[in-house]
């Protein structure tokens, strides 16, 4: 099969397109076969902290056909629709065909494409385990996502009104139009405004992207209001990981969110977007060749949602 395979000797992208053995599933596995796979901060963290696969194939969230299955599947048989986020199951999704454990993976939607069914699993989930596990949003809620124009923003912006909340986004310039048709009631150009400097009050901020001084994020928030530390540059990572706990005195949380694939979560949000509620935001598509093309892009951190590689 064609795949994408990661080799340290390969410079400067060490992402190699090349024909390898296609996988055997085991009893407990399905083998599918890939339409679609999207990229994650997660690939190219992962390949800059030397955390490497161990089939040295990256991309996590996949949406595929069942071509077969093991003896001990119960649920899935060839054939089937699926998507799923692998990344806490080897990743693997930048080739032809993967095998995965059927916990991976729930069943796509007919009226889900393969495209949106790969960019919605890792950053859709991310967004809902902030927002309804971290912060417990509740109708009325108001909320700041800083970093609202990416994979996992632009999910949140549309989660955020699912939930009957009032979303105000942070975005540079060319993002702001975007943010406002995904449901934002208010946009922060960070370009030009600086919303530490302002006056409003949030009862959930989710920092999702930028470097901003824990302070000033606790300050921005209103009594009782909880900041939910999601990504971002690797110093607001360790800033907050390392001190968001002393600050969480008082009515204010300062806490961190580590997203887990869960299947009911995945089951929940292709629920909302079969129904046309959320709707993944895709930036731009590539096919598996120019693989590190797209992972060279979204490197540079300022996709507008989700990068999709279409593989058949
Ligand atoms: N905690 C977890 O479990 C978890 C799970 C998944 C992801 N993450 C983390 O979440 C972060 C976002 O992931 P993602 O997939 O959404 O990334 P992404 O798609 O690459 O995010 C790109 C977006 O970030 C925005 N951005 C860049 N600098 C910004 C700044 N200073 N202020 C506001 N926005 C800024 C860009 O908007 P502009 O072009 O408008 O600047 C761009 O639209 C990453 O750091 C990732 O590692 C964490």
């Known amino acids: ?66 071509e077969s ?34 916990k991976a993976l729930i069943m796509k939607p007919g009226s889900v494409s393969f495209e949106e069914g790969a960019a919605l699993p890792m950053a859709a989930m991310t967004a809902l385990q902030a927002l309804r ?31 009957e909340a009032s979303a105000t986004g942070v975005c540079s310039s060319g993002n702001v139009q975007q943010a406002l048709s995904l449901g934002a009631d208010h946009v922060i150009d960070y370009k030009k405004d600086d919303f530490t400097k302002m006056k409003e009050r949030y009862n959930i901020i989710l920092g999702i992207n930028g470097n901003y001084p824990l ?17 971002g540059s690797l110093s607001q990572i360790f800033k907050s990981l390392t001190l968001g706990w002393i600050l969480s ?3 204010k949380k300062m806490t961190s969110l580590a997203a887990k694939a869960k299947q009911p979560d995945l089951e ?15 930036d731009r598509r590539y096919t598996l060749e120019q693989a590190a093309e797209a992972m060279n892009y979204i490197k540079q951190g300022h996709s507008a949602g989700k990068v999709v590689i279409n593989i058949s």
Do not use: W
């Open 215 to 231: 302070l000033k994020y606790r300050k921005a928030l209103a009594p009782g209001g909880t900041y939910v530390m999601v990504g």
């Open 69 to 102: 299955a093991g003896k001990n599947i119960a649920f899935f048989k060839p054939g089937d629709e699926v998507l799923g986020d692998l990344g806490s199951y080897g990743f693997g999704g930048l080739a032809e065909y993967v095998t995965a454990p059927e």
């Open 268 to 282: 929940f949000l292709a629920k909302l977007l079969e129904k046309g509620i959320i709707k993944p935001v895709i």
């Open 1 to 66: 099969m064609k795949a994408v395979v990661y080799d340290k000797k390969n410079s400067p992208d060490r992402l190699v397109f090349c024909d390898i053995d296609k996988p055997v599933p085991d009893e407990n596995e399905v083998l599918i076969k890939i339409h679609a796979v999207s990229l994650n901060a997660a690939d190219y963290r992962s390949i800059k902290m030397g955390m490497i696969p161990k089939r040295k194939i990256f991309g996590a969230d996949i949406a595929g056909r069942i």
């Open 133 to 163: 596990d971290k912060a417990l949003i509740k109708k009325g809620d108001r909320v700041l996502i800083v970093g609202c124009s990416g994979g996992v923003g632009t999910f949140a912006l549309q989660l955020a009104r699912y939930f």
């Open 249 to 251: 005195s008082g009515s």
